[in-house]
């Protein structure tokens, strides 16, 4: 794609850090402190265009969540570059190394970024329409009427207008990621970052938030999408990314990953999902695009 | 009948001095809650030295009887040329001490705030300070209300411990009273029934103040 790049991603590292501390007896006992170095991210490349939507897939455990957190600075990185709209986000380069920023920079640039969790994390003490209004108060700084009014339009958007004086343990599990993506989009972000959105839902509740996301996409909004739902990943995905234990093992458009894989794990995934097509390898003639591969 | 009408009769001079108690009550909770909500960031602070501080004061304040305190306040800091009038002594002193449980009723209520709420925030583009003062800190108020008016409740009871600093507050006017007339049955039950009254509507109060912050829930 040749538009503009929204996100750009650039060989990151990232590791996790567990401690275990030996009890008082243990270590009486001489035991010492247990440290544990996961590698979650082993140099991860990501390029997201204007207007694309770019879904993540991975098993448990790949790391693809934590990328995504990566993106904001939800969770730090160790090495490597992440820049939106060209800029680093949480970071400042000081002589080739990463370093922290000021908390309210990093605070601005995040206003680039919306983001809808697993789970919802909508600020239970505000109604739905209050949770929309909250961030462009107290971040964008608009007066309540100017907040009012945008926030109105997003619960429209996403559907909830009769339901915007609900507070959130009055709402459904579909209902709140509803007003999670309202809330996100009403900051008017450059891209939408979607952290399993519908991982948390009763079956039932999965096809509307699904559908919210779809409309939205179908606008041009920019978008990367961590989920497990496959046929979703296949509608909607621009391009399609698979995860395994910290590396991306396969990039392309839905019908060469569908149709076409060529990593194990992929097959697995579809495999598991019922959608795999033939296995890595197998595809003898060319089939339109996914043959060239 | 006789006994019932004494007690009655005490009951004005004893009320010419509940103001007192509701002047030392309010001050010292103003002065906790501030004071509480500050040590309570401070234990949860990044910074060791702030949690360090914030944790020996409120083992200080929570290991020592709050009547010790009160006296070393009126009559210890007076050797070192601090001299402080027996009410403000009294604020002071319930204020410090109440500090240190209150600052646990915010810590815990803080902590029960979860993560999730502060990542909202964070993602939406508030400041980590903004994020605590406009989103963590009103829910985690609410959580706590029940617990500060509890407390409330029992610091009014304890400014009877301010009679041993010279406040005339109502057991220090039952004291004098009784030192005159030696009714002590009916002085002590009146004063016993003038914190009684004062302290079931404010119970009535506090529920009703968490029943309307709750109405999320």
Known sequence: MSSELIVSVRQVHKTFTVRRDPSWWQRLRGQKREVNIIEVLKGVDLDVHKGETVVILGSSGSGKSTLLRCLNKLETIDDGRILVNGHLVGYEERAGQLVDEKASVTAKKRTDLGMVFQQFNLFLNKTALGNVMAPLQDVKKMSREEARGIALENLQKVGLIDRKDNYPSKLSGGQKQRVAIARALAMNPSVMLFDEPTSALDPELVEEVLAVIKAIAAQGTTMVIVTHEMQFARDIADKIVVMDQGVIVEEGTPDQVFFNPKHAKTYALLKRSGLAVRPPGTLGEQIGEAGKL | MEFIQSVIGYFPRLLAASPIVVQLALGAMALALVLGLLLALARISKIKALRVIALIYVEIMRGTPLLVQLVYIFFVLPAIGIDIDPVPAGILGLGLNYAAYLSEVFRSAILSVEAGQTEAALSLGYTPSKALWRIVLPQSFVVSLGPIGNYFIAMVKDTALTSVIAVTEILKTANVINAQTFETTAVYTA???????????????????????????
Do not use: D, N, Q
């Open chain 2, 191 to 217: 004063a016993a029934l003038l914190y009684l009254l004062i302290s079931l509507p404010l119970s009535r109060i506090v529920s009703a103040l968490e029943k309307r912050a709750r109405v999320h829930v």
